[in-house]
């Protein structure tokens, strides 16, 4: 069986940076959550022309693909809209993350990066969890600079992500990313090393 190693934190907190940090580190596969999506939402996907019927055509971008921006204006803001998209997304999430996940070799390690880990019911089948933290402006500025979304669009995003204290009580290991990129990657290659010891 391969070990899974769970990655989760609020949005913009850096977990990606960090994923990409245990790749280098040994480990056999990065699987993100949100760019499972990103392939989800592409033209031609069914989970596209279901979005479509549920939310209008207006969330389709040129391509016929989903227009996530478009789709956030409608959803971010309206927790019953939200509740709503979720129910559709995250079965096909799910499907697709769990064969990504099946395919890892025996005793490799893969990375599991979720914002909803713990709320998806993915923790068990997890050797770690990881949770990561950032301090709030920081996610704001990320989210405005990267993603080119206004303050009041970013404010939406985070205002929408589950609270993050819950997380904290049940990882394995806590990750600050609110310093260097030096002291992050001392963080996490500490804790990948007390994560492999704890395999064995």
């Not at 040994?26 to 479509?52: I, K, M, N, R, S």
């Not at 050797?127 to 206004?150: F, N, S």
Request: with cysteine.
């Amino acid at each position: 069986m391969p070990h899974i190693l769970g990655l989760t934190g609020n949005i913009a907190s850096g977990k990606t940076t960090i994923g990409l940090l245990l790749l280098e580190l040994g480990a056999h596969t990065y699987c993100d959550a949100d760019l499972v999506v990103h392939e989800l939402y592409l033209p031609g996907q069914p989970l596209v022309a279901e979005l479509a019927r549920e939310f209008g055509p207006s969330i389709l971008d040129a391509d016929g693909g989903v227009d996530r921006r478009a789709l956030g204006a409608i959803v971010f803001g309206d927790h019953q809209r939200l509740r709503t998209l979720e129910g559709i997304v995250h079965p096909a999430v799910q499907q697709a993350l769990l064969e990504r996940l099946r395919a890892i070799p025996d005793e490799e390690i893969g990375v599991f990066d979720a914002i909803k880990l713990f709320e998806s019911g993915y923790a068990p089948m997890c050797q770690g969890v990881w949770v990561v933290t950032c301090p709030p402006e920081t996610q704001l500025q990320r989210l405005m600079e990267r993603r080119g979304l206004t303050r009041a669009e970013a404010e939406a995003r985070m205002a929408a992500q589950p609270p993050i204290e819950p997380k904290l009580a049940q990882a394995t290991e806590v990750i600050h990313n609110d310093g260097s990129f030096d002291d992050l990657r001392a963080q996490v290659t500490a804790a990948w090393d007390r994560f492999k010891a704890s395999l064995t």
